[in-house]
């Protein structure tokens, strides 16, 4: 059940502050990478994607770093809301194929009101 | 006006037989995936298609047969269950690389 997902690395922040979630990526050829953002009981929905030749990239809210030198990703939520928690996936493409996401193993975001 | 969706949303069945999930996309995209996410929360793929065609194939007991009768529809046959396929399964589609997912399929073999 649900109850298994707390082996989750979990963030817990207090509402309306900001949230940074961390992300170290396997493959140094990987040219895309995404945040998908998991709710309880629902497909992973997508959030913010950077390509490799930008370090920052900014949507409402969410800001996405790259650090290609360190293989390390980010994802910053500003003003972060009880409607945030959920858990955060990111993502890279690989070398060997633009169709394939390899996702890594996920960060629980919890916001206490 | 869902743009993947996924049946049934729960499978519960006994080891040893043999069961199907279906998968459409509305969205009028070229690949299709399935995904299997364990207890643990970690998204393994585990096939794609392109236009019908098989694209990735990753390391997965033959007991699971993807099919796609067209571009808009990718199906998951699983044979001879065991207690190890108990997992979410997710579809997705995608046009180049945002990939779209579907609700998910809760399998749970007795």
């Known amino acids: 059940g649900e109850s298994v997902g707390l082996h989750l690395p979990t963030l817990s922040v207090q509402e309306g502050d900001n949230s940074i979630i961390n992300c170290a990526y396997s493959?140094?050829?990987?040219?895309?990478f995404i945040w998908y953002k998991q709710e309880s009981g629902k497909g992973p929905q997508f959030i913010i994607d950077?390509?490799?030749?930008?370090d920052k990239r900014q949507g409402q809210r969410v800001t996405v770093l790259l650090n290609k030198t360190v293989k390390h990703l980010s994802l910053q939520i500003a003003a972060t809301q009880p409607g945030d928690s959920a858990v955060y996936f990111c993502?890279?493409?690989?070398?060997?194929?633009?169709?394939?996401?390899?996702f890594g193993s996920g960060t629980r975001l919890l916001v206490r009101p | 006006d869902t743009a993947v969706s996924q049946t049934p949303k729960y499978l519960v069945t006994q080891m040893g037989n043999d069961k199907s999930i279906k998968c459409e996309q509305n969205?009028?995209?070229?690949?299709m995936y399935w995904y299997k996410q364990d207890s643990k929360k970690f998204l393994k793929i585990m096939f794609s298609?392109?236009?019908?065609?098989?694209?990735i194939n990753e390391t997965v007991p033959n007991r699971f047969s993807p099919k796609s009768p067209d571009k808009a529809h990718l199906n998951l046959h699983i044979n001879s269950l065991e207690l190890g396929d108990s997992a979410v399964y997710f579809c997705?589609?995608?046009?180049?690389?945002?990939?779209?997912f579907g609700p998910g399929t809760r399998l749970t073999v007795l």
């Open positions: 993502a890279e493409n690989g070398a060997d194929s633009s169709y394939k996401l390899i």
């Open positions: 298609y392109n236009n019908k065609e098989l694209i």
């Open positions: 997705a589609s995608s046009l180049q690389n945002e990939q779209f």
């Open positions: 969205l009028g995209h070229d690949t």
């Open positions: 493959n140094s050829a990987s040219d895309y």
């Open positions: 950077i390509r490799s030749n930008m």
